[in-house]
């Protein structure tokens, strides 16, 4: 029987709440079809940081190497650890150690889920270039706390770095609908943006059959929300991608649904597979936070493990559960507890 090493990092706040309300989910659809799950719990956390000084061990990326997968939960107690500390000690260094080059995140709306807006059929698949770009980290500030003070903040873009990213979206739009939308400021950005335009173009030639459309951020932003029917894979740099995921996750019914997944296609290091919603500390521990996004998140890890039924088995449960509307968090007007929701998915997991 095939076993896959998993690591769990429940990390802050709610993180905690839906990865042992996702493990059940899991745990079935891994004895439905015939493979098993081997989890080591990794307790890295803004709390280890208030203890340490280091939000994970010095050999922390060793520890993790060995795995198949990461499945994270929520990193971040603004109200303890400034947000760039545990950001820059825990996330950053996972995503760059194993080069997880590719965020993909999908906005699709579930069956029953209602939306901000009036579309019917919302389903956009964001690629986010996830190592370089504008979170690259260089720069630096000077004269710090006079009035002369300067922070500067350079955005890294390299041609491998874009080709790759960009490619892997072309990748992913032919196995959907043959449509890529490419998102850059070229118009104002005259160096960076206009360099990921040329090399759009040249990566684009060797994909004749996806129909290439590039958008300015801004107008981007506006189509999502107008004419999101028009849109397909939108594939953007860091900044630019994190912006639009956000966006997508409100339109798709909230963050309780933003699943997302680190991934370095190349293999041979773990991907990381996370909700997105954060640690959301005003109700932590309550047992009311929306599951769906980690569950959603389960089902990415298990596609990129190549347990792609299993992986379709947990989507259709999701979608079963929230087609019938019975079983919901308060996020989405339910009174349903955070296990509540997993347990209803994991009973109609067949």
Request: charge should be negative; glycine fraction near 10%.
């Amino acid at each position: 029987m095939t076993s896959y090493r998993i690591a769990l990092l429940p990390g802050d706040g709610i993180g905690v709440d839906v990865i042992d309300a996702a493990l059940p989910v899991l745990d079935k659809a891994a004895s439905l079809f015939n493979f098993e799950l081997d989890y080591r719990r990794f307790d890295w956390s803004c709390e280890t940081y208030l203890k340490t000084g280091r939000m994970m061990p010095e050999d922390g990326i060793t520890q993790l190497r060995g795995h198949d997968a990461i499945l994270l939960g929520a990193v971040g107690w603004p109200q303890e650890v400034p947000d760039n500390v545990s950001l820059h000690g825990l996330l950053l260094p996972i995503r760059k150690a194993f080069d997880l080059y590719v965020n993909a995140r999908p906005h699709l709306l579930l069956p029953g889920v209602t939306g901000p807006l009036r579309a019917e059929n919302f389903d956009i698949l964001c690629i986010r270039e996830n190592t370089e770009g504008e979170y690259s980290g260089a720069g630096g500030r000077i004269h710090v706390g006079t009035p002369d003070e300067v922070a500067v903040e350079t955005s890294i873009f390299t041609r491998r770095g874009v080709e790759r990213v960009l490619r892997y979206g072309f990748d992913q739009a032919r196995s959907r609908r043959k449509k890529l939308a490419s998102v850059t400021k070229s118009n104002a950005q005259k160096y960076s943006m206009v360099f990921w335009d040329e090399v759009t173009e040249l990566v684009a030639a060797d994909y004749p059959d996806v129909e290439v459309t590039r958008y300015h951020i801004d107008a981007v932003a506006a189509r999502f929300v107008m004419q999101p029917e028009t849109l397909d894979v939108v594939v953007a740099s860091n900044l630019f991608g994190d912006i639009l995921t956000d966006l997508g996750a409100a339109i798709q019914g909230g963050l309780g649904y933003a699943a997302s997944a680190n991934l370095n296609p190349a293999g041979g290091v773990p991907s990381m597979f996370e909700p997105v919603h954060g640690s959301a500390p005003d109700i932590a521990g309550r047992g009311i936070a929306n599951p769906m996004a980690t569950i959603w998140s389960t089902a990415l890890m298990l596609q990129h493990l190549g347990q792609g039924d299993a992986a379709q088995s947990i989507l259709d449960a999701m979608g079963r559960v929230s087609k019938n509307g019975k079983v919901a968090t308060p996020d989405q007007g339910g009174r349903a507890t955070t296990g509540d929701v997993a347990a209803a998915v994991t009973a109609e997991l067949s």
